[in-house]
């Protein structure tokens, strides 16, 4: 029995790092919280031109922060963000950036998460 603990406890603890240690934007953070499997989370990969060593080297005052669209079946939003890239989401989007209704629904679980990046000037 006493083995039998320590064996949890000794998984327990190594799932408790293992989520600190992993990306805060991995793919398979995104599965575990929206609940979904890892073949149906895309992250985008993350643009650098805000980095300190990209040139010109130095501080570019300014950094990117995911945007996360949850879809439903059938490709409908689920309570979408503010933001969404007009770009990446042209179909959902009107032009003047707002998310259209006839694509948005509330209060059900997803089948498929996406992360894209929105830049942010500091």
């Known amino acids: 029995m006493k083995a039998a603990l320590k064996v949890i406890l000794g998984l327990a603890t190594l ?7 992993m990306p ?18 895309f992250v985008a990969p993350r643009p650098h031109d805000c980095d300190w060593l990209s040139a010109p080297l130095g501080d570019k005052h300014c950094h990117y922060s995911p945007v996360v669209a949850k879809f439903a079946a059938g490709g409908k939003l689920i309570d979408p963000p503010p933001f969404l890239p007009s770009d990446t989401f042209s179909g959902y989007v009107s032009s003047s950036g707002k998310v259209l209704d006839e694509y948005v629904v509330h209060g059900v679980p997803p ?8 830049k942010i000037n500091d």
């Open 15 to 21: 799932a408790v790092i293992g989520w600190f240690v």
């Open 24 to 41: 805060v934007n991995s793919a398979v953070r995104y599965a575990i919280v929206y609940n979904v499997g890892r073949d149906k989370v």
């Open 111 to 118: 089948v498929s998460v996406q992360v894209w990046w929105r």
